[in-house]
């Protein structure tokens, strides 16, 4: 029988493989994988209020205006949709809440707020990835940079999980969050944000050469990006009594825990590289 261990390993290496090949393949495929794993997410975010005691949120509508939502902007990304589109996204969000008029609940304002913090926090994510790529790809032609910087964003997330993971496993003696995370320690982190530093100097000095501070500073900016998304994960699902938020990934569990440092770090990572390309 292959353990946890050994289950997480051949998950996260075919998990990576799919995610790097359709970066560097098709900005269309990248799209269709991120679509998938943003609805699957979506649906298991809803799905933690399933049998909440206060909370009753519709997985019906928060799928479908999230859908609908992430369709919109992903067609204004790819020049689908006129920009003035995005205008949509407004009533959008108020017909969310309509439900709640007739729905009868005791919390309705609670229920429009986990509603609502759901498309924020898992579609904004990855829609914001596939419009950082389509827009590193007009930089990359015209400066014939080597790494997409979505995938770099990846490589230092998944860094930092890794060698967090494995540090603190061997050296971890102070706790970091025991409260959230009793078994995250600080020589975890610390590890997990060294070597995280390292591969952004890596990017900079050898593979994309000339872009050294933005890879340093990326790196500054995805590893605490994502130690607090890890904590924010394990948050809900401690307050929530979960363990995963699915079982779609053997060894990791879900959507939702597979990319927990990736749904916090991401929105950081795309304002730094937006502002890093109009600067240069």
């Known amino acids: 029988m292959i353990g946890n261990l050994g289950q997480r390993m051949i998950t996260g290496t075919v998990f990576g493989a799919l995610v790097i090949s359709t970066v560097l393949w098709n900005p269309y495929a990248f799209a269709i994988l991120f679509s998938f794993f943003m609805i699957v997410g979506l649906w298991e975010f809803y799905n933690f209020f399933k049998n909440h005691p206060i909370v009753k949120v519709s997985h019906e509508i928060g799928i479908f205006i999230g859908i609908f939502i992430y369709v919109l902007l992903v067609g204004i990304s790819f020049n689908w949709f006129p920009v003035i589109s995005i205008a949509l996204i407004f009533p959008l969000f108020f017909t969310l809440i309509?439900?709640?008029?007739?729905?009868k609940h005791e919390h309705p304002l609670l229920n429009i707020a986990v509603l609502v913090f759901g498309i924020i926090y898992v579609v904004g994510p990855f829609?914001?990835?596939?419009?950082?790529?389509l827009r590193d790809m007009v930089w990359q032609s015209m400066n014939e940079t080597k790494?997409?910087?979505?995938l770099g964003m990846f490589l230092l997330i998944w860094t930092n999980d890794i060698?967090?993971?494995f540090t603190g496993r061997m050296f971890g003696k102070r706790k970091?969050?025991?409260r959230i995370s009793p078994k995250k320690t600080w020589e975890g982190t610390i590890g997990g944000i060294f070597f995280t530093l390292i591969l952004g100097f890596i990017f900079g000095a050898f593979i994309n050469r000339g872009e050294e501070l933005f890879w340093i500073v990326s790196a500054i900016i995805v590893a605490p990006g994502a130690i607090l998304g890890d904590l924010l994960e394990s948050l809900f699902k401690r307050s929530l009594q979960i363990k995963d938020s699915g079982k779609i990934l053997p060894g990791h569990g879900g959507v939702l825990d597979r990319f927990d440092a990736a749904?916090?770090?991401i929105p950081f990572f795309y304002c730094w590289s937006i502002f890093y390309l109009l600067w240069k």
């Not at 309509?98 to 729905?103: F, H, I, P, Q, V």
């Not at 914001?128 to 790529?133: A, G, N, Q, T, V």
């Open 176 to 178: 970091l969050f025991e």
């Open 163 to 165: 060698f967090a993971y």
């Open 147 to 150: 790494l997409p910087k979505v």
């Open 98 to 103: 309509l439900n709640e008029l007739w729905a």
């Open 263 to 265: 749904l916090f770090s």
């Open 127 to 133: 829609y914001l990835s596939i419009d950082l790529h």
